[in-house]
């Protein structure tokens, strides 16, 4: 992360330097001077093709208006987004003068599947369903698939959860991702936990998304569970009439 006061620090000692005032230096940038007061107050941050702009006013490198070596050649390497990689880690040093939307233009390197997860809210469903496609091999937790959800395609999703089936270790983790897989992949991983000794809540949670089949199957494990037909209702939509008929005759 940059450190406001430090490079607004610097704008100013800059533009005091070019003999300018903020008035002059904003008509120069087509801005208003509140934005260079807002710079120099440590309150926001240029973006990145502001600092390229400030740095050829003030006729200095980018390197020296922002006094960060490191942090100075990741802003070049976004000024020129398809000539070499950005990692996600470098993308994170920059944040704050990163438009979220700009993110996509970049040639970003995939070091982890975390880092596809990071990226998921800024670059679009198409773009991180590719991403998530090309690093499946970086999926190593159930909690990875549950982060990345909510962001990529349903067909996708299908794959990398029938993929890691033997990655969950319980019907929470699955009810967490249900709504965002098929009802076939739904039913194929609960199928995992039908014989299990279910609470009633858990069995209501995923009912709605699997086959009725597997509800079934759910019940019949848990049926010391149901002490009462309030018990059952919130499931009756979802089990067979054999297996309702069944439960209201105990």
């Known amino acids: 992360m940059f450190d406001l006061a430090r490079v607004g620090k610097q704008i100013k000692k800059y533009r ?13 940038m087509g801005i ?6 807002s710079w120099e107050r440590n309150e926001t941050m240029p973006d990145i093709s502001r600092m ?16 960060y070596q490191d942090k100075a050649k990741c802003v070049e390497m976004l000024m020129h987004p398809q000539e070499q990689e950005i990692s996600v880690k470098e993308l994170q040093e920059l944040e704050g003068i990163v438009k979220p939307s700009d993110v996509r ?47 990529i395609e349903r ?13 969950f ?9 249900v709504p965002f897989i098929s009802r076939k992949t739904a039913s194929q991983a609960a199928q995992l936990f039908a014989d299990q000794n279910l609470t009633l809540e858990d069995i209501v949670s995923i009912a709605p998304f699997v086959n009725r089949d597997i509800v079934d199957k759910m019940v019949i494990a848990c ?3 149901i002490k009462n037909m309030q018990d059952i209702i919130p ?9 309702l008929q069944q439960i209201l005759n105990r």
């Not at 390229?52 to 006094?67: C, G, K, S, W």
């Not at 019907?171 to 991702?177: R, T």
């Open 105 to 151: 233009k970049y040639k970003i390197k995939i070091e982890s599947f975390e880092d596809i997860i990071y990226l998921a809210p800024f670059v679009g469903r198409e773009m991180i369903t590719e991403m998530a496609g090309n690093h499946k091999e970086l999926l190593t937790q159930v909690e990875m698939l549950i982060l990345i959800a909510p962001f």
């Open 16 to 28: 005091i330097a070019a003999d300018m005032t903020q008035m002059e230096l904003a008509e120069k």
């Open 235 to 243: 499931l009756a939509p979802f089990v067979s009439r054999d297996m």
């Open 52 to 67: 390229t702009e400030l740095a050829e006013l003030f006729h200095i490198t980018v390197d020296e208006l922002l006094d």
């Open 223 to 225: 049926q010391h569970n």
């Open 169 to 177: 270790t319980s019907i929470q983790e699955l009810v967490s991702i």
């Open 155 to 167: 067909k996708l999703m299908d794959e990398l959860v029938e993929e890691n089936l033997g990655k």
């Open 32 to 37: 208003s001077f509140q934005a260079v007061s």
